[in-house]
């Protein structure tokens, strides 16, 4: 009786996913099975002759992107929800079960690397960017360089940017592919179609309260499937046992060879500068916390950011455990079922879902909820660093309404170039995960090591970051192309075992199932070089450590040749050692402002003459063009500093413009 109660408050779609497994093929036992084949032979999957959208689940997904419109706010939650959204796309929705169901629950341990990334980020990055008051991050390369400095940087920026969001827009096309049968040029076009037109004409104002809509969807996505799939093979406890017999279990993998695709150093160190360079100097992510009220809610905001991370991690890698103990007897990808790794997903959630209209739809809007927000982030991230590096500093007297003109305008020029990348990410081999992570690593990773060289080195001048970023691009890149054209072997990567003992085999112009999977032998001919199966060979998660730490080596070298910068002519805030003795650039409350005019009128009715003072902890006077330093007193009504009895002029950002006398 109370089971029966509380049945009647849920809604019809939960009690669903406890329904009794109806549409799943029950075979019979075979005369050499396991124990775990035992517990799973009810649970060999019946190949459908259609697993498609119906017209609930075109709903779901319709409603969703209507409901993917709205405001912004500037608090902690939001902002850090949103920070989330920006790199949890559909790249994360098909690639994260997918690299769990091959490599096993390792992948969690992506986690501790955000984790890592979450505290440098706060206490590193941020508060400089944070107390400097600057719209676009490149804007600091200028400050600390020079005007070229910040120009390269901004053009590899727009180029990483217009890969990566080419691949996420690429990764919903495979799902629209997968679950409506529409061809996949259709499925691309359309998609990048949607996402250009919700970033050109919504998407300036659906930013931080939107994603947090779309983190809750995407959340929903996962529970309805990690529940519905836990259900169906036999509970939790039972998927644990089974994946525990299959090595998927596998947490304690301390292997340092760095060739193996996940270890607990690959991602202690590998995924640690790979989310540093998306979260510590990328633009699309800076201008959300900087955008935050005070720096603790900032960093409130990048505490928020982790959590939400790792439920959405944990998440998908829970379904991509489920999913391999279901497919357990049955690979989809051996018995020809899908095509790729990538497809894994949405063949799945067809399966389980396919007598419960509308969670196939949620599901798709699961994954296109995190596309539209990646999508609308870095396309409106390009958009407003093409304008603030590249257009005003040429055009400063241009009107605000011809720049608002020229933004959307080129929003709709990257989402058209987005596009035209997604095309080519169909040649992409390691599935839409290790694509846009690799394109992210390559770019951003000598990226990286540029803000480094100039938060951490005093010494690095023009010449050395220069030299710093060619040299990190280019080996990179050769690294990364050399594992592209000669992938290593499934057992150097540490890929597991899966079966196909019982698949039947769907023959779709037949309509009907035959004979059990054949083995696929695959053998590549192609010469492999020396380098194959060693500097080639290794983890695309270290990428971006390749590009970062060459880019710094070389920085530092060529800067100690060429004429050291002086510390002395680098203007306050700069510096990262700096950084206790800097004030933010932020409004005073107006208690604040009251209780500084009256302790400056007390000064001035005591003595008609200035005298140096010390003003109230963290309030410091600054205008939008000066950085003062706390250690430092301020003479009131003068333009000057005291520091003991000896009176300086003070020195702002644009005294240090001379960028020449620094090299």
Request: proline fraction near 5%; aromatic fraction near 12%; glycine fraction near 8%.
């Amino acid at each position: 009786m109370d089971t029966f109660c509380w049945k009647l408050l849920l809604p019809p779609f939960l009690l669903n996913l406890w329904a009794p497994t109806q549409h799943l093929q029950h075979t019979s036992a075979s005369s050499h099975r396991s124990p775990d084949t035992e517990i799973m032979e009810e649970y060999v999957p019946l190949v459908h002759e259609s697993l498609t959208f119906s017209l609930w689940d075109y709903g779901v997904f319709a409603t969703m992107l209507i409901m993917s419109t709205g405001g912004r706010s500037m608090s902690a939650v939001p902002v850090g929800l949103s920070l989330s959204a920006s790199f949890m796309s559909a790249v994360q929705v098909l690639g994260v079960p997918a690299e769990a169901y091959r490599y096993g629950v390792k992948f969690l341990q992506m986690c501790i690397g955000q984790i890592l990334n979450s505290v440098m980020t706060a206490y590193i990055f941020m508060p400089i960017f944070y107390r400097l008051g600057i719209t676009s991050t490149y804007q600091y390369l200028e400050m600390r360089f020079s005007r070229s400095v910040r120009l390269y940087g901004t053009i590899q920026f727009l180029l990483g940017t217009m890969f990566y969001t080419g691949i996420v827009i690429y990764a919903p096309a495979l799902i629209l592919n997968q679950v409506t049968g529409l061809d996949i040029w259709a499925s691309l076009f359309s998609t990048g179609a949607i996402c250009t037109f919700y970033t050109t004409v919504g998407g300036m104002k659906a930013v931080i309260w939107t994603d947090v809509f779309q983190v809750f969807v995407m959340l929903s996505g996962f529970f309805a499937v990690a529940i519905r799939g836990i259900h169906l093979v036999g509970g939790f406890s039972d998927a644990i046992e089974v994946a525990g017999n299959y090595s998927r279990i596998n947490f304690g993998d301390f292997d340092p060879d760095p060739r193996r695709r996940y270890t607990f150093w690959t991602f202690v160190m590998g995924s640690t500068f790979l989310w540093l360079s998306m979260y510590g100097v990328n633009q699309a992510q800076v201008q959300r916390y900087v955008a935050c009220k005070t720096e603790n809610e900032a960093k409130l905001a990048i505490l928020v950011n982790q959590v939400a991370l790792c439920v959405i991690v944990s998440s998908a890698v829970t379904c991509g455990i489920v999913m391999f103990v279901y497919y357990l007897n049955c690979d989809p990808l051996l018995a020809g079922y899908v095509s790729a790794p990538d497809q894994y997903m949405p063949y799945f959630v067809l399966e389980i879902f396919d007598q419960y209209p509308g969670i196939p739809g949620l599901f798709l809007a699961c994954a296109y909820s995190g596309t539209l927000s990646t999508a609308s982030t870095s396309i409106n991230a390009m958009a407003a660093v093409t304008v603030e590096d590249l257009i005003r500093p040429k055009y400063p007297n241009i009107s605000t309404k011809k720049l608002t003109l020229i933004s959307k305008g080129l929003s709709l020029a990257y989402g058209c170039s987005c596009i035209t990348v997604a095309a080519l990410s169909s040649l992409l081999g390691g599935g839409v995960l290790q694509g846009s992570f690799t394109v992210m690593g390559v770019i951003s990773g000598p990226l990286l090591g540029a803000f480094m060289l100039g938060m951490f080195f005093a010494s690095c001048n023009t010449i050395g970051v220069f030299a710093g970023l060619l040299v990190g691009l280019v080996i990179s890149l050769w690294v990364a192309v050399g594992g592209t054209i000669y992938p290593p072997s499934a057992e150097m990567m540490g890929v597991l075992p899966t079966f196909a003992e019982h698949c039947p085999l769907y023959n779709s112009s037949k309509g009907i199932i035959y004979g059990p999977a054949p083995v696929q032998n695959i053998t590549h001919t192609l010469e492999r070089p020396a380098l194959a199966d060693d500097l080639y060979a290794l983890s695309y998660l270290y990428y971006g450590v390749v590009g970062t730490i060459s880019t710094v080596i070389i920085g530092v070298i060529v800067s100690k040749f060429t004429g050291p910068t002086k510390r002395e002519t680098i203007a306050p805030g700069l510096l990262w050692w700096d950084l206790s003795n800097s004030a933010a650039f932020q409004p005073m409350e107006k208690k604040d402002e009251l209780e500084k005019t009256e302790a400056e009128e007390t000064l001035l009715k005591k003595d008609n003459t200035f005298h140096c003072t010390t003003f109230l902890p963290n309030h410091l006077p600054h205008s939008e063009t000066s950085t003062y330093l706390l250690s430092e007193e301020y003479t009131p009504g003068n333009d000057s500093y005291c520091n003991g009895e000896k009176t300086y002029p003070i020195k702002t950002i644009h005294d240090y413009e001379d960028k020449e006398s620094r090299v």
